[in-house]
């Protein structure tokens, strides 16, 4: 921690930030703004998955992107996956974000399909992965993605899904749990996921929260991995054991507004 911060000061500024990003306004520039068109639960799910796995990139291009992804699909994502036909490939052919293109995309529709088919929706396939593996996250997101790529077949599109296992952040997974599981009254996360507590997420890290947190001397580990995000939410869970992750709004907000 820098020299010129104390404990108590860090935290106020933390729960300020928290407050001044954590608002409505925040949505309209965000991929969470995406499933945030949705009002049906199933169709907020696959949109926020798909918001998340693609969020890399130039906000405007990837707002642009998903809400053409989510146009391709009739704005119906889980009509349109669980009923999903080779033929339909019509539909999303040509889709490319960055270095994610249409057969991407056609692997996840199909596995996802899967998925729904055997356990009806991606809530009950992660909760069900979080009991087996004792209500820990880290292991819960591997078993998650082994579920979901359970082919045998080796797929160029698994290298969207990042493996904790494997000591990637797990940024983009990490952010559509937060979506899903985080509930107060500021209208931004969901909160649908009741079965998860908000003290179990760990910290969505990106190059400008990890930036903004080392600047804050939260975090030491110089790589953003798997390690380094569970660094910092063993911190950030000293200031707020229930809810540790509201401070990736902070984090984030000042890394984007060049607060630091």
Request: glycine share 4%; net charge positive; with cysteine.
């Amino acid at each position: 921690m820098p020299n010129n911060i104390s404990n108590d000061s860090l935290k106020n500024l933390l729960e300020r930030k928290y407050e001044e990003y954590n608002s409505i306004s925040f949505i309209e520039n965000d991929p969470i703004s995406i499933p945030h068109s949705f009002s049906n639960q199933s169709d907020i799910e696959l949109s926020a998955f798909f918001s998340a796995l693609l969020a890399w990139g130039s906000r405007i291009i990837i707002l642009n992107k998903l809400n053409e992804l989510m146009n391709r699909m009739n704005r119906q994502p889980f009509d349109f996956i669980s009923n999903y036909k080779k033929t339909d490939f019509k539909y999303i052919k040509g889709f490319v974000h960055r270095t994610f293109n249409d057969s991407d995309l056609e692997y996840f529709v199909l596995q996802l399909k899967r998925l729904i088919a055997v356990q009806g929706s991606i809530k009950n396939s992660f909760i069900f992965s979080y009991k087996s593996e004792n209500e820990c996250i880290k292991a819960a997101i591997n078993r998650f993605r082994r579920e979901l790529f359970e082919s045998a077949v080796i797929n160029r599109a698994h290298k969207h899904f990042s493996d904790p296992f494997k000591n990637s952040a797990c940024k983009r997974f990490n952010m559509f749990l937060r979506w899903m599981v985080r509930k107060d009254n500021k209208g931004v996360d969901f909160g649908i996921w009741n079965e998860i507590p908000a003290s179990k997420l760990f910290l969505p890290l990106d190059l400008h929260s990890g930036r903004v947190a080392r600047k804050l001397g939260l975090l030491t580990r110089k790589q953003d991995d798997w390690k380094a995000v569970e660094e910092i939410t063993s911190v950030l869970r000293t200031y707020d054991p229930t809810d540790p992750i509201k401070y990736d709004y902070a984090l984030f907000g000042m890394g984007v507004n060049q607060y630091l």
